[in-house]
């Protein structure tokens, strides 16, 4: 039997810290109940101190997950820190405090400026802090992959005697090249004492597009846990891709003797979802989740795949979730399939919820001939994007055509239920929109990305709308919409980012 590999899936986390793609609870626990159904190991599900809605994101989290998977809460090597994440923990199953400090010459120097000896001081302090609320604390050198290889070695065997029972290397500025990051894992193997006594985990950022390929290297020299997200969401570049790292494994257990128990069938269905919730599409190329990861389009490819498919492909798309949905939506659909599809889809609804889903459903399959998955989320995410939100959109006609000059009518709801009707002029039908969208929610703001794509095939598909906007502090907010026309879908969108932007200023306050 190959050695099992922990997968750590920090989506929630890491990958929220993607600019654009912070999520509210609700959209973390439709995330977190796709992870649990990927069977995942570790699941961490936020960095509790941060803010109340990353501590009630981890409550929520831990109780969802029960004992199927370990959750997990980041801290800094801070006592306030780890009290919080202790608490956010508390009624979990098999709970986890994730603490560290930065352990290059560039993090101790300039940004802790201290010593290495406070380095060590501090790490070992926060692990038995961290220790006397939890058996399972890991312990995370920051910037491992730019640190001296001695001074690793002494950090980590003083955290594993002072209790951590996994050790995080990362390479946080995504800078190693796979050899060398090996190395380094081989040299903590080889040169800690008490290295048998925790596990060695390892995360790795994208910024030279080589996260998969470290990771994997990691795993050949001993690692035995893997950080990584669901389309490689992270900071700046990303974090390591799930879907890639998992495939990796699976294609070379044998040489890397190592095994996960992710269950693959997941994989493009729980992309699929963390691209909708996020507004972060994803592309085309991309590794096994990408449109076009098993389309073949030379005529020489598809004839050679015709005659066996493993000529030019080394997986199978239904291993990993690529193949065509089973069950055909349309208007005469009931509720059981509805239910069926939706749960498939990671999502829950019971009762009202579930027929207001189904009328939404039913509204949506009398204009298609067909409900595909992407329309369901598109129509789930929809749903949840106008539940809480402080303006909503009643109405919105455009008058436009050669020789006319674009005029739109934008009707909006505003929370204490006031109804404002606005006309204006722009050099387009959208641009009018937006403009008397601004001239009622009066918020400033930069336009920065405007993306049109349809969510299925057909000339009746949805036309999907992702754009961002960027406040006057330089923070990021992406709205998304959707609709048959896609005038509607860009004010959805429109308002969408500025309902973001409103309520994360609102909770800041
Ligand atoms: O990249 C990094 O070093 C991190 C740590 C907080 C684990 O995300
Ligand atoms: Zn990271």
Do not use: W
């Not at 918020?443 to 990305?449: M, P, R």
């Amino acid at each position: 039997m190959t050695r099992k590999i922990d997968i750590f899936d920090t989506t929630l986390r890491d990958g929220e810290q993607s600019p654009g793609a912070s999520m509210n609870t609700e959209e973390k626990l439709v995330i977190a109940r796709k992870l649990l159904q990927l069977n995942v190991d570790v699941i961490e599900a936020g960095f509790p101190i941060s803010s109340p809605g990353d501590f009630e994101s981890v409550r929520r989290i831990a109780d969802l997950a029960g004992d199927h998977a370990t959750v997990c809460a980041l801290t800094r090597a801070v006592e306030k820190d780890i009290d919080a994440a202790a608490d956010a923990l508390r009624y979990a199953k098999r709970p986890r405090i994730h603490t560290g400090i930065g352990v290059s010459k560039s993090h101790i120097y300039d940004k802790l400026r201290i010593d290495e000896a406070t380095c060590i001081e501090r790490a070992v302090k926060a692990v038995k802090y961290a220790r006397n609320y939890c058996e399972d604390v890991e312990f995370y050198a920051e910037d491992a992959g730019r640190s001296d290889y001695e001074f690793l070695a002494q950090v980590i065997e003083a955290v594993i005697k002072a209790g951590a029972t996994v050790v995080n290397i990362p390479d946080t500025t995504g800078y190693s090249l796979p050899d060398e990051f090996g190395r380094r894992i081989k040299f903590l193997m080889d040169n800690v004492d008490g290295i048998q006594n925790a596990k060695i985990s390892v995360h790795c950022h994208n910024d030279l597009g080589m996260a998969t390929a470290l990771s994997l290297a990691g795993v050949a020299n001993g690692a035995r846990q893997i950080e990584c997200t669901i389309n490689g969401l992270g900071e700046r570049a990303g974090n390591t891709a799930m879907e890639e790292v998992v495939m990796g494994i699976r294609m070379h257990g044998e040489e890397l003797d190592a095994h996960t128990d992710v269950n693959t069938r997941e994989f493009v269905r729980a992309s699929r979802l963390v691209s909708s919730i996020t507004g972060l599409s994803v592309q085309v190329n991309k590794a096994i989740v990408g449109a076009n990861a098993f389309a073949h389009s030379s005529g020489i490819h598809q004839d050679g795949v015709l005659k066996k498919r493993d000529t030019y492909e080394i997986i199978d798309p239904a291993e990993v979730g690529a193949g065509q949905s089973q069950i055909v939506l349309t208007a005469r659909s009931g509720h059981a399939a509805l239910r069926h599809r939706l749960e498939e889809l990671g999502y829950e609804f019971e009762g009202k919820e579930l027929d207001q889903v189904y009328e939404a459903f039913l509204n949506l399959a009398d204009r298609k001939k067909e409900v595909y998955d992407e329309d369901l989320e598109s129509l789930i995410n929809e749903r949840d994007r106008n539940e809480n939100a402080v303006y909503t959109l009643e109405a919105v006609q455009i008058s436009c055509g050669f020789p006319l000059t674009p005029t739109a009518t934008v009707t909006l709801r505003n929370a204490a239920d006031q109804v404002v009707t606005v006309c204006e002029c722009g050099t387009g039908p959208i641009d009018a929109a937006y403009k008397a969208v601004d001239k009622i929610v009066q918020v400033d703001n930069d336009l920065t990305d405007f993306v049109v794509q349809s969510v299925t095939r057909g000339i009746d598909a949805l036309g999907e709308v992702t754009i961002r906007v960027t406040a006057p502090d330089g923070e990021v907010f992406t709205g998304r919409g959707s609709d048959g026309d896609i005038v509607v879908s860009s004010t959805r969108a429109y308002l969408n980012a500025l309902n973001r932007l409103i309520s994360s200023k609102q909770a800041a306050r």
